[in-house]
């Protein structure tokens, strides 16, 4: 059984959805790369972000 | 100009045009390959086989029935996922129920890769209509 941290469930989440997103959202092999960059940023970043807000709520 | 692009549209609107559409929901990436783009076909099968497989490893309940409306969903969601949905209900791969924190992580792995199946499925027949250029 695979147990990843939840960090690492959110990496891997953002990188495979990127990966589709970028694809299948852009016309050019740059454009696509740019998008899936962003997407995976905010995926991860918005992650962070909302970690460290629930860790200041809860405290 | 204009007669060209409109011999182009014709020529690439010949054939049945839902066999991306169709074969990109059965298999991950086939739509795309269908439609000759290798590369993105590979990335997408890759990325969606391995969320739809991390999700299994996290013993993530593959729906078989719907009790209420987020059940309804859920199952939508893994429908979309194609063959690797009804393989896994073959082998009787994944959990029957979420018993630990990483099978909740699984479960959405699953739903998720369907869904992102069905993007790259309509994708697929957007290439092969000409709807989206390249």
New interface residues.
Partial sequence: MFSPSHFTAVVLFALFASVVFGITMRDTPARMVRYGAYCFALFVGSAIVLSWAMYFIAR | MAATQNTALKGTQQGFVYLPLILGWLVPGAGHFLVRKWG?GA??AV??L??YA?GL???GKVYTSAHDILDILQLAGDLCSGLLYFVSRMLGLGADSVQ?T?AD?GT??IV??GL?NV??A??AHNLRTGR???
Wanted: hydrophobic letters at 60%; a positive charge.
């Fill in positions: 993105r990335l997408l990325s969606i391995s969320m991390l490893a996290m013993q630990v990483t992580y959405r792995f998720v890769a992102l993007i790259a309509v994708d989206k250029p390249s």
